[in-house]
């Protein structure tokens, strides 16, 4: 069954340092998200993209954060400078053409800012 | 804007017995609802959506759901429960009228399902 993959799994990083978290979104998905969870909150939209630009984006989102995708298969999202309230379960996701269709989400980068 | 609400933090059942899970919901338009289910340190997985046509829905694992309209719910439900449905739900709605895609999650609900 095809997956959304994300790396790393976990990722300590010092406060005001740049983090990368990448993802595979499955190959044939058009739509790709980030979402976060922080520790024990409900799951939060951050952006959604399509067609190699941001289609959505919550008040979260904001100049800090970017995203990309550098080639046929990596989607990622980049926080600029990460703070304290950074730390979060950040889940990719991604879905098919068809705007009724599913959100597969992978398993997610636990993100811990020092 | 669009909002969920699980009411409950938990909800507990012994195995055998029927579960449910309450959800209900605020978007403009029809909506799109979905349930996933979160296992210890694994991703959301989809277990069920409601899109349009009959009220009751079916997934995975024996769940299904009811939308009801007059009441804004999407009640997540099975016949009986099993030890291992234990894990922590979450319901979601989209704007299913517009072209946006994003995922409005409820605060999920732990089922813990007793031998």
């Known amino acids: 069954e095809p997956e959304v993959t994300q790396t790393p799994s976990h990722q300590v990083t010092q406060m005001g340092q740049e983090v990368i978290l990448r993802c595979v979104p499955i190959?044939?998905?058009?739509?790709f998200y980030w979402y976060r969870q922080i520790l024990g909150q409900k799951v939060e939209f951050l952006v959604s993209?399509?067609?190699?630009?941001?289609?959505?984006k919550s008040e979260i989102f904001d100049d800090q954060f970017s995203v990309e995708r550098p080639d046929g298969s990596n989607f990622t999202l980049k926080i600029r400078s990460t703070k304290l309230e950074d730390s979060a379960m950040y889940f990719c996701?991604?879905?098919?053409?068809?705007?009724?269709?599913?959100?597969?989400f992978g398993q997610g980068t636990r993100l811990t800012v020092v | 804007a669009q909002s969920v609400a699980q009411p409950e933090d938990q909800v507990k059942v012994a195995e055998g017995n029927p579960l449910t899970v309450k959800c209900t919901y605020s978007v403009s338009g029809n909506p799109y609802l979905f349930w996933y289910v979160q296992y210890p340190n694994r991703g959301l997985q989809f277990l069920l959506k409601y899109i349009t046509g009959d009220n009751l829905v079916k997934g995975s694992y024996g769940f299904e759901a009811e939308f009801n309209k007059s009441q804004t719910s999407f009640h997540l439900k099975k016949p009986s429960a099993l030890v291992s449905d234990s894990a922590l739900y979450f319901c979601?709605?989209?704007?299913?009228?517009?072209?946006?895609?994003?995922?409005?999650f409820g605060s999920g609900t732990r089922l813990q399902v007793q031998p």
């Open positions: 979601a709605v989209s704007p299913g009228d517009t072209g946006r895609r994003a995922l409005t």
């Open positions: 190959s044939n998905h058009l739509y």
């Open positions: 996701a991604s879905t098919g053409q068809g705007k009724n269709t599913e959100a597969f």
């Open positions: 993209f399509y067609n190699n630009e941001i289609s959505e």
